[in-house]
């Protein structure tokens, strides 16, 4: 079993330790799924385990923490968009390291104003960006 097929399979049993779950592990679950998946299948798959997760670590729903689905749609578009433009790496952690852009969870920031971002309406679903739209990201081949 790889690194990152024995990462997915400890993320998706709720056995991730909640000190390995920062957010480049956010991006590899990401692009594992989105490497596994069609977009739309992979986006139904993250926001289960992640809300499976936090149950599992006793993460309380507040507006600061917990699921977040503007946040989880948002972030999936743009890893489904490196992925799409830039390609596949060998492994998710090649693929994040060969993608900057990808590191800083401030980049929402750039689409979203902290009004809209921090409502919760964008907590409970998903909600187009007030600043400027993400970008459109091309058809994969299993998408």
């Known amino acids: 079993m790889t690194e990152d097929e024995q990462f997915l399979v400890e ?6 330790p ?6 480049r592990d956010h991006i590899r679950v990401a692009y594992l799924y989105l490497r596994k998946y069609p977009l739309d ?8 385990r992640i809300k499976a997760h936090n149950a599992s670590h006793n993460i309380p729903e507040a507006i600061d ?9 948002a972030w999936m578009r743009l890893v489904h968009l490196t992925l799409c433009e830039y390609g596949p790496a060998d492994t998710a952690d090649a693929f994040y390291e060969q ?7 401030k980049t929402l920031r750039l689409f979203y104003t902290r ?9 409970h679903e998903f909600v187009e960006p007030d ?13």
């Open 11 to 16: 993320f998706e049993a709720c056995k991730l």
């Open 18 to 23: 909640l000190e390995r779950w920062h957010h």
């Open 41 to 48: 299948e992979a986006m139904i798959r993250i926001r289960e």
């Open 65 to 73: 923490r917990g699921y977040h689905e503007t946040m989880t749609q």
């Open 99 to 105: 993608n900057p852009q990808l590191w800083q969870m």
């Open 115 to 123: 009004d809209l971002f921090m409502s919760l309406r964008a907590k």
């Open 131 to 143: 600043l400027t739209p993400l970008p459109k990201s091309l058809k994969r081949e299993n998408d």
